[in-house]
């Protein structure tokens, strides 16, 4: 009985998710001009819409303040991604290749900014009056961690699952 192959779920993953995430930094960039509104957009009570040229990585790390550091920057995400690409193509559970594809479409997400305009387009302000449990993140971002959490969980589920087996045997 030979394996089931994903690879067609998780590239469909992958392109759907950059997808969105590029449509939507074009709406929030032009029909929304949201860059020239200083208050940003409010969606819901604890949602907004708010602009922010985002030239680091998570958490404002790796802050490229020159072309040199942009590029060197675009380098090691592009190898990041050629890695979550590698991994995808070679796993064989469904759930973790979908994972995969989230992390995939939202790592090129952001690289298609960062090569285009210098800066990753951030625009979502979740926040809970004025406490914000994120900085203000991207579809991308949260495509991003969602895949990684889902990784996450899976490993430490199907770990202990495996442990308590050995220990019955």
């Given amino acids: 009985m030979s394996a089931v192959n994903h690879r067609p779920l998780g590239l469909t993953v ?18 929304l ?6 208050e940003g957009i409010d969606i819901l009570p604890f949602f ?3 602009w922010l040229e985002n030239r680091g990585v998570s958490m404002g790390f790796f802050h490229a303040d020159t072309d040199v550091m942009r590029w060197a920057l675009v380098g090691m995400t592009i190898l990041i991604a050629g890695f979550v690409g590698v991994w995808m193509w070679r796993e064989k559970a469904r759930q973790d290749v979908t994972a ?19 800066y990753v387009v951030d625009y979502a302000d979740l926040h809970f009056g004025e406490w914000r449990p ?5 579809l991308a971002d949260a495509a991003i961690t969602i895949g990684v959490l889902i990784l996450l969980a899976r490993a430490l589920l199907l770990r202990d699952k495996g442990a308590k087996t050995e220990t019955l045997k």
């Fill in 14 to 31: 992958a392109i759907v998710t950059l997808a969105l995430d590029q449509l939507v930094k074009y709406s929030v960039t032009y029909p």
């Fill in 33 to 38: 001009a949201l860059q020239s509104r200083l």
């Fill in 48 to 50: 907004r819409l708010r």
């Fill in 100 to 118: 995969l594809g989230l992390v995939l479409g939202g790592a090129i997400g952001n690289i298609v900014d960062r090569m285009r305009l210098g």
């Fill in 134 to 138: 994120f900085l203000i993140f991207n």
